[in-house]
C-alpha cells in the first residue's frame, strides 16, 4: 500500500497550518437557480491521467464542493484533469484552487467528444494559489491540461469550478417533508398527539403490505402521558440533535395482538433519537426483521419480546443506551452495536453484542449463544432528520474506529449537519430523470414517506451524498431498470429506503460502485444503513439479486433482504416471486454489520472480495423449494453463505440458518455455510437449526458440524472453522 507523501494538513495564505475538515462531512453550497452565472462542474463525473498513489487524490475530490479533498497527479509532466458537464454548455469561467504541487504551464480546453479538444485559456506564468479565469468557450467536458509543474511533485487541486450563464440548477432545493410526516410539539396537549398516533396506528397495525408510509416527528422538549404504538411503515423520532433533546415520559410500543402474539411478521418500523421513560419501567419492542431501534436512550427495561412471551424472530439495536435490562427472551436471534446496557436476560439461539458496554461474557459460547466482541472496527452512524435553528437538516456522524458505546455520550454526536436547503425533497411522483437533475446539480436526495415508481436509474455520482428516505419510502423499478446505483466514489450515504422489486426482473436492486471497481475508500467509506429489500408480498417481484458492491470499503449496517414466503395473493412462490441471491460483494475489505438474508434461491450471500468481515447473520433458506431437483442438481440446494475459492483472507462472526422447508419437509440442504479451506478464511459461532423438523440441514459449513433436524428444534453449534 502506497503511503501519502503529505499529511491532510494544508498551508494557509500566511505559512500557518489550516486544519482539513473529516473528509465527507463538509456541507455542499447549492447554487442558485436565479443566478446570472451557475456553477456547471460541482459533482460530476471526473476523470485524470492518473493520481498521486493507488486509489487516493482522486479526480472526483476537485469537483466535490469540499476544500479539503483534492485531486493530485503522479510526478510527470503533462498531467490533465477533466469533468464532463453532462451536455453541452457556454463556459464563461474557471476557478482553480492550487495545493502548493500547482501548475507553472497549463490550458483550459473544451471539447464535445473529450478527444479533439479547444483551448480557451494558456499560461505559462502561473504561480498557482487561488485563480480565477475568465474564458469563452462552449463544450461538455473542460479540462486542466498542464505541461509544467511548480515543483517536484505533480499537480494538485483542491478545487476545479467551472461556471456558466445557462444549464445551471433548475431543480430547487429543501421543501415540504410531505404531509406523511406528522410533526407534533411540545405545545400540542398529550390528548391530542395520542389521538393522531392512534389514528395512524389503527390504519397500519395489520397494513403488512399496504400502501401507507408514515413519520412520527417529535420537536425538541418533554411530553407526558404517552403510549406511541408503532404499526407498519411506522418511524417514530426525535427531531433534536441528541437523543435527550426529546423526552418521552410514557411509552413507544410494538406488541403481536394482530397476530395472536406472534411476533415473527412485525417488520418494517422504525424508532430512532429519542429518550423514553416508560410508565411501569419498562418499554416493549417487540420485533422481527428491518425494525431498527437507532440513537434511543431508555430509562429503564427493553423488553424485546411480545405480551405473553411469544415467538420473536430477530432485530437490531444500534448507538442506543438502556439503563435496565436488555431483555432478549424469545428472541431467536438479536444484533445490538455500539450501545450501553446495564444487563442483559436471556438468550435463544444466537445474540450478538458489538461494541455494547455492559455485554454478557461470550467465552462460554454456546451455553449460552452470546458473541460479545468489545469494541467495532470502524463505523459511522446512520444520517438523521433534526431541527437546527427552528429549520430541518440532515446530521451525518463522523467515522468512528474501534469504538464502543454510544456516539453521543459525551455530548453531541461528532460530525455535521446539511440543511435541508442542499437536498432535493423528492414526493411521490417524482420521475426518475427529475431525481437525476438534481443530483446532478450537487443536491442531496431525501424521499418522503410513499411509493416511487422508478423508470430508469436513479444515478448518485457524487462523492459524499446523501441518500434518505423517510417513512419506509419504496421504490419499485419498472421494466426491469436497476433502480439505484452509486459510481465509485467516496463517502456517499444510503439510508432509511426500502427497494421492492417490479414485476420485471430486474439484475439488482441497489448497486454501490460499477463493475470493476478499484479505489480506496479506507478514510472515507460508504454506507449501507437500514436498507431493505423485498421480492413478492406486495406484487410479484422479480430480481435476480438486490444488493451488490463492487466497490471498495462499503459499510453494509443492517439491511433485511427477503424473498416473500407470504404476502398478497398471488405475489409469492418459487415460480412467481424470483430471486437467486440477497447480497453479493465483489469489493474488498466491505464489512457488513447485521445482516438479515432470507429465502433465495440460490446462494443467498457470496462473497467474492477478500478482507471481508461479517458481524452478525441471521438467514432462512428458501421455505419453498418443490423438489430436490428444482432447487438444485448435482447437489443438495445451496448454502446460506458463500465465500468465493479464490477468496484468501474473510471473518465473520455470529451466523445462523434455519430451515424450513414447509412445502416439501423431504428437502436437504448440503450446508449452512460453504467456504474455501484456508488459514486466513475463519468463521466464529455459527448455528444452523430446522424449524420443527421441516427439513434438514446436513452440516453446518463444508463438512463439519452435525446435522439440523427433528422436531425438538435444537441447533448444531460450530464454535470456529476451521
Known amino acids: 500500500m502506497s503511503v501519502p507523501r503529505r499529511s491532510p494538513w494544508r498551508r494557509g495564505a500566511a505559512g500557518g497550518l489550516v486544519a482539513v475538515l473529516v473528509a465527507g462531512l463538509t456541507a455542499i453550497t447549492g447554487s442558485s437557480a436565479a443566478a446570472a452565472e451557475v456553477l456547471l462542474s460541482q459533482g460530476k463525473p471526473a476523470t485524470a491521467s492518473s493520481t498521486e498513489a493507488p486509489g487516493a487524490y482522486l479526480a472526483a475530490e476537485a469537483v466535490d ?18 469533468v464532463d458537464l453532462g451536455a453541452s ?38 504561480t498557482g494559489g487561488n485563480q480565477s479565469v475568465a474564458v469563452t468557450g462552449t463544450g461538455r467536458y473542460v479540462r486542466m491540461y498542464g505541461t509544467q509543474r511548480t515543483t517536484t511533485y505533480g499537480y494538485s487541486l483542491w478545487e476545479f469550478k467551472v461556471f456558466g450563464e445557462t444549464g445551471g440548477p433548475t431543480v430547487p432545493g429543501g421543501g415540504s417533508l410531505g404531509a406523511n410526516v406528522v410533526v407534533f410539539d411540545p405545545s400540542m396537549s398529550s390528548a391530542t398527539i395520542q389521538a393522531r398516533a392512534d389514528e395512524i396506528f389503527r390504519q397500519q397495525e395489520s397494513a403488512q403490505f399496504g400502501t401507507g408510509r408514515y413519520v412520527l416527528a417529535f420537536k425538541p422538549g418533554t411530553y407526558n402521558n404517552l403510549n406511541i404504538q408503532v404499526g407498519f411503515y411506522t418511524s417514530v423520532v426525535g427531531l433534536g440533535q441528541n437523543p435527550q433533546d426529546v423526552r418521552i415520559n410514557g411509552d413507544i410500543t410494538v406488541d403481536a395482538g394482530w397476530f395472536q402474539g406472534n411476533a415473527t411478521q ?28 437507532r440513537r434511543m436512550d431508555v430509562h429503564g427495561d427493553l423488553n424485546l419480546a411480545p405480551n405473553g412471551y411469544g415467538w420473536a424472530s430477530g432485530g437490531y439495536i444500534a448507538d442506543s443506551r438502556i439503563s435496565g435490562s436488555e431483555g432478549q427472551y424469545s428472541q431467536q436471534q438479536w444484533f445490538t452495536r455500539n450501545s450501553q446496557i446495564a444487563s442483559n436476560t436471556n438468550a435463544v439461539w444466537n445474540q450478538m453484542f458489538l461494541g455494547v458496554q455492559g455485554a454478557p461474557s461470550g467465552a462460554a459460547y454456546p451455553n449460552p449463544p452470546y458473541t460479545t466482541i468489545a469494541a467495532t472496527p470502524v463505523i459511522r452512524e446512520k444520517p438523521y432528520l433534526y431541527q437546527s435553528g427552528g429549520d ?7 467515522l468512528r474506529t474501534n469504538s464502543s458505546g454510544v456516539s453521543w455520550a459525551n455530548g453531541n454526536t461528532p460530525g455535521a449537519g446539511i440543511p435541508l436547503s442542499q437536498f432535493y425533497v423528492a414526493k411521490p411522483g417524482d420521475t426518475a430523470a427529475r431525481i437525476n437533475q438534481a443530483l446532478a446539480q450537487g443536491l442531496n436526495l431525501i424521499f418522503q414517506p410513499g411509493i416511487y415508481q422508478i423508470d430508469q436509474t436513479i444515478d448518485v455520482n457524487r462523492a459524499n451524498t446523501v441518500v434518505l428516505g423517510l417513512g419506509y419510502a419504496t421504490i419499485i423499478p419498472v421494466n426491469g431498470v436497476t433502480p439505484m446505483q452509486v459510481a465509485d466514489v467516496d463517502g456517499v450515504k444510503i439510508a432509511g429506503i426500502l427497494f421492492d422489486a417490479g414485476t420485471t426482473n430486474s439484475a439488482n436492486l441497489l448497486v454501490m460502485g460499477p463493475n470493476g471497481s478499484s479505489a480506496n475508500h479506507a478514510a472515507n467509506p460508504s454506507t449501507v444503513q437500514d436498507v431493505f429489500f423485498r421480492i413478492g408480498g406486495y406484487i410479484a417481484g422479480k430480481a435476480t439479486n438486490s444488493l451488490l458492491v463492487n466497490s471498495n470499503n462499503v459499510i453494509v449496517d443492517h439491511i433485511w433482504a427477503w424473498r416473500a414466503d407470504h404476502g398478497n395473493p ?8 424470483t430471486g437467486d441471491s440477497g447480497l453479493i460483494v465483489n469489493g474488498q475489505d466491505v464489512i457488513g454489520y447485521g445482516l438479515f438474508v432470507e429465502h433465495y434461491q440460490k446462494y443467498e450471500v457470496i462473497w467474492n472480495g477478500n478482507g471481508g468481515r461479517t458481524y452478525f447473520l441471521q438467514n432462512e433458506m428458501p421455505y419453498d423449494p418443490p423438489t430436490q431437483a428444482a432447487w438444485r442438481t448435482g447437489a443438495n440446494g445451496y448454502a446460506a453463505y458463500k465465500v468465493a475459492d479464490s477468496v484468501t483472507t474473510h471473518e465473520a462472526w455470529g451466523m445462523g440458518s434455519y430451515c424450513y422447508f414447509n412445502v416439501n419437509p423431504s428437502i436437504h440442504a448440503d450446508r449452512g455455510f460453504e467456504v474455501p479451506v484456508r488459514s486466513g478464511v475463519r468463521l466464529h459461532n455459527l448455528l444452523t437449526v430446522s424449524l420443527g423438523g421441516n427439513g434438514v440441514i446436513d452440516h453446518v459449513v463444508n463438512t463439519t458440524g452435525g446435522p439440523a433436524q427433528g422436531t425438538a428444534t435444537v441447533p448444531s453449534y460450530v464454535v470456529n472453522f476451521p
Open 89 to 126: 454548455q457556454a463556459i464563461t469561467r474557471v476557478e482553480l484552487n492550487w495545493e502548493t504541487a500547482a501548475a507553472k504551464a497549463y490550458q483550459i480546453q473544451v471539447s464535445d467528444n473529450a478527444s479533439s479538444w479547444t483551448t480557451v485559456h494558456s499560461t505559462t506564468t502561473s
Open 266 to 293: 412485525n417488520f418494517w418500523r422504525s424508532t430512532e433519537n429519542l429518550s423514553v421513560y416508560p410508565v411501569n419501567g419498562a418499554n416493549r419492542w417487540a420485533v422481527s426483521q428491518a425494525a431498527p431501534f
Open 65 to 82: 464542493g469540499n476544500t479539503g479533498s483534492r485531486w493530485s497527479s503522479a510526478f510527470a509532466d503533462p498531467q490533465w484533469l477533466q
Open 570 to 577: 398471488g405475489t409469492y412462490g418459487w415460480n412467481v416471486a
Open 392 to 398: 430541518y437538516a440532515v446530521f451525518v456522524p463522523g
